[in-house]
């Protein structure tokens, strides 16, 4: 399976980070590397760190070699700040990865950037590492499907 060669490739380009900074798990047909907060932006900030770059040019040297994937790059925030500007700050992090993810040589055609405040927690936000966990921009893999679409649509 093609996710799988590319979630193999991956567990060796970030082999060097805890599963603090990046983890992936695959989830319904599609991988899914959740990148923390800390290892992307500063508090508060909207531009991706040095570290974060390197982390994403680690990503992108595989996903360069993959180019039939669809990619969503998806912000989360925890429950820190108000509403609306979590919403707000969780697109313009998707936004800034994704800009980072095409400047190393990912084909921007296949990136979709969006953000979801803090409205899909995967951790109580009641705890300091709850809310360390909910602070993450997530890039989700998934198998391009317009090969598929063209073979029904000539049935």
């Given at each position: 399976e093609?996710?799988?060669?590319v979630y193999q490739s991956l567990l060796g380009a970030v082999k060097n980070?805890?599963?603090?900074?990046i983890n992936m798990t695959k989830k319904n047909g599609r991988l899914h590397i959740s990148l923390g907060q800390n290892l992307l932006f500063g508090n508060g900030e909207e531009n991706v760190?040095?570290?974060?770059?390197?982390?994403?040019?680690?990503?992108?040297?595989?996903?360069?070699?993959?180019?039939d994937l669809d990619i969503s790059v998806v912000g989360h925030t925890n429950s820190n700040g108000i509403a609306s500007r979590n919403w707000d700050l969780s697109v313009i992090r998707a936004t800034a990865v994704v800009k980072?993810?095409?400047?190393?040589g990912?084909?921007?055609?296949?990136i979709t950037a969006s953000g979801r405040g803090f409205y899909a927690p995967v951790a109580s936000n009641v705890t300091a590492?709850?809310?360390?966990?909910?602070?993450r921009t997530e890039i989700v893999l998934s198998?391009?499907?317009?090969e598929l679409y063209r073979m029904i649509d000539k049935q």
């Open positions: 093609k996710l799988y060669a980070y805890t599963p603090e900074e760190s040095w570290d974060g770059k390197t982390a994403l040019r680690e990503i992108s040297d595989v996903l360069t070699k993959n180019r980072v993810l095409s400047s190393y990912v084909a921007p055609e296949s590492s709850g809310k360390t966990e909910n602070a198998p391009n499907l317009d």
